[in-house]
């Protein structure tokens, strides 16, 4: 399902959650909504869901107009970052809900709740109660339970966020699997950058109430169109008073025109990457550079050594 | 305890356990004494005599009326509270607690006064000649007020507790309000409505104060068991209070214990109300 966000705005009292927001998301896309926390990514979610209304301006579904269109009518599906599990319910009931709701054939249910169990891997799992599964478990059963409807849309709001790191970078990377094989336009909202470039076909980044950049991750990482954008989807460091990737930096031993001048202050191995910090004669703020073992060996770096510094030409 | 071990330890222990006795399991031992001091036939006779049915009826009318409303209204009540939906939310916080705090006795003058020939309601049902004060239904109107808070109390800490999230999920599963509400948020809290339940069952059969002003007070006809228990020790049949008495005695243990069951279920339960 495509959707068009335009003019939204939305306040809590004195608190500005969203300014005049306009976005559009192609249908079939798997769009990671990134910002900080507090910037209005997820009130962003909640309007395009219908459980937040929106002070002004309007949302689109496939072309209708649905600002006024209560959540259960969306046709959506959402997968809150605390589950929101039926605690009274099986894991088999949860899932069965929004067919029961609708109506659905008893039959019918039974096929499409043991499809879905299947799908998320929690077949054996069907008689327990949420209170019996660990967190991932959990997620997994939202979004089977989300899926039933078989909605056009579906929408998480920070789904692994409380999860822990193995788990997360196991649910991402099957979110990613989930949604080649289902289709379905998917947007969700994330604080990781990480999660949001690895998984994400395009990512829309939200700060302050407003969007700072859409497009995909490699346009954004490339060329962020603010420092803003740049800081928040990767390491950054200053040259010359401006930021640069710290793997963006030529180091060299040799002067060269334009180059800075910096005395090398601490060389970090990190296996296969190698960080150097060298501070600028100049008295400017130490640079953070990213290179690989092989450069700092065959550069012969060693603390106290002069080296010069330059931003690569295709950076930026 | 501390480890402050030996004597004083058990001290404490002890005279609890003495001043309990003392205060509570005495007393009522002593009317289960007497009760049965001289067989169960006179017991039996007391308990199935005219005037004593009547009264376990007309308690059990009441209650049957006076809960079920409390409980709708009681859930009804406390969504609007934990939800934040309630308009002037401190004034009816502080009015749902004026049953505990006030008199129940100044209750039932309160509902005396209001429907009476000159009371504001009770003028205008008297000139319609319905007949409410000293009849069973100002006595059930007196139950209500008293059982108020009980069922509201129980559920808007759980309420509150639970959330909005899951009401929500349902919402965007295409439920519409009362569905959610009737397949997602009682089912949650059932068991804070179930122990309200229990409470509001328990002062509803034993109220006494305020359903005395308001009852014609009437043997056989218009007391309550409490009234009778009353009635009977002041006419000096100590056999019949005794045998009511322990009957009021005998349910509210009853209520006792399935609140504890209850309790305990949902302390186990995991998928309890919280």
């Known amino acids: 399902m495509s959707i068009k966000v335009s003019n939204v705005s939305k306040s809590f009292g004195d608190f500005h959650a969203l300014l005049d927001v306009s976005v559009e998301i192609e249908p079939g896309h798997l769009t990671a909504v990134l910002g900080p926390s507090g910037g209005g990514k997820s009130t962003l979610l909640r309007i395009i869901a219908g459980l937040e209304t929106a002070d002004s301006g309007h949302v689109e579904i496939e072309g209708v107009d649905v600002t006024n269109v209560p959540a259960r009518d969306r046709g959506i599906g959402f997968v809150f970052q605390h589950y929101a599990a039926f605690t009274h319910m099986t894991v088999w009931e949860n899932v069965a809900f929004g067919l029961k709701v609708q109506k659905t054939p008893k039959d019918r249910i039974k096929v499409r709740v043991a499809e879905l169990l299947a799908l998320v891997h929690l077949d054996g799992f069907a008689a327990r109660y949420p209170s019996e599964l660990s967190g991932g478990q959990r997620q997994r059963m939202a979004l089977a339970r989300a899926l039933a409807v078989e909605p056009g849309l579906l929408l998480l709001d920070e789904p692994f966020g409380a999860l822990d790191v193995k788990v997360r970078q196991e649910l991402r990377e099957w979110l990613r699997r989930l949604h080649d094989e289902v289709h379905t336009t998917t947007i969700f909202v994330t604080h990781d950058q990480e999660e949001a470039m690895e998984i994400a076909d395009r990512i829309i980044v939200v700060n302050h109430g407003h969007i700072e950049q859409s497009g995909t991750p490699a346009d954004l990482y490339d060329r962020p169109a603010n420092d803003f954008v740049m800081g928040f989807l990767g390491p950054v460091t200053t040259l010359g008073g401006r930021l640069v990737r710290p793997h963006d930096i030529r180091v060299s031993t040799k002067a060269a025109a334009g180059a800075q001048r910096a005395s090398l202050e601490r060389v970090v191995s990190l296996g296969f990457e190698t960080r150097i910090v060298a501070t600028p004669e100049d008295g400017s703020d130490p640079i953070t550079v990213q290179l690989t073992r092989n450069q700092v060996h065959e550069l012969e770096l060693e603390v106290g050594s002069k080296v010069y510094l330059t931003a690569l030409a295709d950076a930026n | ?274």
């Open chain 2, 1 to 274: 305890m501390g480890s402050k071990g030996g004597l004083g330890k058990y001290a404490l222990r002890y005279s609890v356990l003495v001043y309990l006795a003392a205060l509570l399991v005495a007393p009522v031992a002593m009317v289960g004494y007497r009760t049965f001091q001289h067989g169960f036939s006179p017991v039996w006779d007391a308990l199935s005599s005219h005037d004593a049915t009547a009264a376990l009826k007309l308690s059990l009318l009441i209650t049957l009326i006076a809960v079920p409303i409390n409980i709708v209204f009681g859930i009804a009540t406390g969504w609007l509270l934990a939800r934040r939906r309630m308009p002037l939310p401190w004034l009816v916080d502080a009015l749902i607690n004026l049953p505990f705090a006030m008199s129940p006795v100044v209750v039932g003058l309160a509902v005396f006064v209001l429907y009476s020939r000159t009371g504001w309601i009770g003028t205008y049902l008297f000139s319609h000649g319905i007949p409410v004060l000293f009849t069973w239904k100002a006595m059930t109107i007196a139950t209500i007020f008293v059982s108020l808070p009980f069922v509201v109390r129980e559920v808007v800490p759980v309420l509150e507790e639970l959330g909005t999230e899951q009401e929500q999920a349902a919402a965007v599963l295409g439920a519409s309000p009362l569905q959610a509400f009737f397949r997602v948020t009682l089912p949650a809290i059932r068991w804070a409505v179930v122990y309200g339940t229990i409470l509001t069952v328990a002062r509803s059969l034993g109220e006494y104060g305020a359903v005395n002003i308001v009852s014609s007070n009437i043997v056989g006809q218009s007391l309550t068991l409490p009234l009778y228990v009353n009635n009977r020790v002041n006419q000096l049949d100590p056999q019949a209070a005794y045998s009511a008495g322990l009957l009021l005695a005998v349910i509210s243990l009853l209520i006792l214990v399935g609140m504890t069951a209850f309790s305990s279920r949902r302390r186990q339960s995991p998928n309890g109300s919280a």
